[in-house]
């Protein structure tokens, strides 16, 4: 069995816990939640549609850093903590990063609180390589 690798990226996302930006094994690399923060936990975006675009763009950095990119990715999990008000405008903006027929496998919950008082964090598997 292949031992995992944990990265932690340099020019990732500040991290707001105890993690590494992801873990890879095999075939597959596990991203930590992101949160719409950037370096340092910058100013966190108002709007749920800025939030999402923020933490996309975490995601992609943390798959560049692992030589993969969100076209690889196979599984999402995205929390919210306005899940009523803001499912489809986070929606809106999510379907932005994925060909419609190349849409991974997703689960979206609910939850009352995020890390930093944010309204979105998503995580993610995705495969490696191009």
């Known amino acids: 069995m292949e031992e995992p690798i944990f990265h ?5 996302p500040s991290p707001v816990a105890p993690y590494s930006h992801a873990v890879s094994t095999g075939d597959f690399i596990f991203l930590t939640g992101q949160l719409p923060t950037g370096e340092d936990c910058d100013p966190i975006p108002d709007s749920i549609e800025d939030q999402t675009h923020k933490v996309m763009a975490n995601l ?4 560049e850093g692992c030589n993969s990119r969100l076209a690889n990715v196979v599984s999402v999990r995205i929390f919210l903590t306005m899940f009523e008000e ?4 986070m929606n809106a903006v999510y379907e932005t ?3 419609a027929d ?7 919950v609910g939850v009352t609180a995020l890390a930093r008082g944010c309204r979105v964090e998503i995580d993610l598997i995705a495969i490696r390589g191009d």
């Open 60 to 63: 992609n950095t943390v798959l």
């Open 97 to 99: 990063y994925f060909p």
């Open 102 to 108: 190349r849409r991974p496998a997703r689960t979206t």
């Open 86 to 89: 803001e499912y489809e405008r």
């Open 8 to 12: 932690h990226l340099a020019n990732g």
